[in-house]
């Protein structure tokens, strides 16, 4: 149970309550156009997006991990490197399709914060899919389950996120509904619920 800002110590209540939150908040990133002074594809850029998303509910927003972190069985990058791979990750090259989303398998590998990674970093993959190709990912298309498992094997293969996410993308990049899809948690348990746009 991650320390929040809320006085929730309910883990389910939580999870509904931050996702509420940095909704609203992913909203307003996207209708103010906040990330438009960006440099896409920068640590800088989306150490922004996870401080703005996450500001009201974690003391941790925007700050890079001092712990370890694993999921299913896989370590993302270990505290000693993580700088230096986020310093190597930045200069990667980003002018294909292919190049881009081998930088966010890489980015993910690198996982910078505590809680909160996978959204913000789907935001930040949409800005330099938009800024580099004129186009994002609509999230709607992209089946969660799918998209789980291609990211657990991307570190070994990148082929299936590459599939998964090259064919739904879109050129509606200033469609407000194919953004925020992108912004649902992605933690499941009983019970689980995901707010639409609409209901916030
Ligand atoms: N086994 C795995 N190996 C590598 N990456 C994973 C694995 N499972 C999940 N992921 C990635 O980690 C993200 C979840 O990270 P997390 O920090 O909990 O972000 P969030 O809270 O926004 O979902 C997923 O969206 C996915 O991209
Ligand atoms: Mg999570």
């Given amino acids: 149970?991650?320390?929040?800002?809320?006085?929730?110590?309910?883990?389910?209540?939580?999870?509904?309550?931050?996702?509420?939150?940095?909704?609203?908040?992913?909203?307003?990133?996207?209708?103010?156009?906040?990330?438009n002074d960006k440099t896409p594809g920068t640590f800088e850029?989306?150490?922004?997006?996870?401080?703005?998303?996450f500001e009201d509910?974690?003391?941790?927003?925007?700050?890079?991990?001092?712990v370890n972190l694993a999921k299913h069985n896989f370590?993302?990058?270990?505290?000693?490197?993580?700088?230096?791979?986020?310093?190597?990750?930045e200069n990667m090259?980003?002018?294909?399709?292919?190049?881009?989303?081998?930088?966010?398998?890489?980015?993910?590998?690198?996982?910078?914060?505590c809680e909160g990674n996978g959204r913000s970093m789907?935001?930040?993959?949409?800005?330099?899919?938009?800024?580099?190709?004129?186009?994002?990912?609509?999230?709607?298309?992209?089946?969660k389950e799918d998209y789980l498992l291609a990211m657990g094997r991307s570190p070994i293969k990148d082929l299936e996120i590459k599939e998964l996410l090259n064919k739904s993308l879109t050129e509606r990049i200033d469609d407000r509904e194919v953004f925020i899809k992108g912004i649902d948690n992605s933690y499941y348990y009983e019970g689980y619920y995901t707010y639409k746009a609409e209901e916030l």
Avoid: C
């Fill in 1 to 35: 149970m991650l320390e929040n800002k809320l006085w929730i110590n309910n883990l389910a209540e939580l999870s509904r309550e931050e996702e509420k939150i940095s909704k609203k908040k992913a909203i307003i990133l996207f209708t103010d156009n906040l990330l």
């Fill in 45 to 53: 850029a989306l150490k922004f997006i996870h401080k703005f998303l």
């Fill in 57 to 66: 509910i974690y003391e941790f927003a925007g700050k890079i991990r001092d």
């Fill in 75 to 89: 370590r993302f990058a270990s505290l000693v490197y993580l700088n230096v791979a986020l310093k190597n990750i």
């Fill in 93 to 113: 090259p980003q002018s294909t399709f292919n190049e881009i989303i081998e930088k966010y398998v890489e980015m993910n590998i690198a996982h910078p914060f």
């Fill in 122 to 143: 789907r935001i930040w993959l949409d800005h330099i899919l938009k800024v580099e190709l004129g186009k994002v990912v609509d999230w709607s298309k992209v089946d």
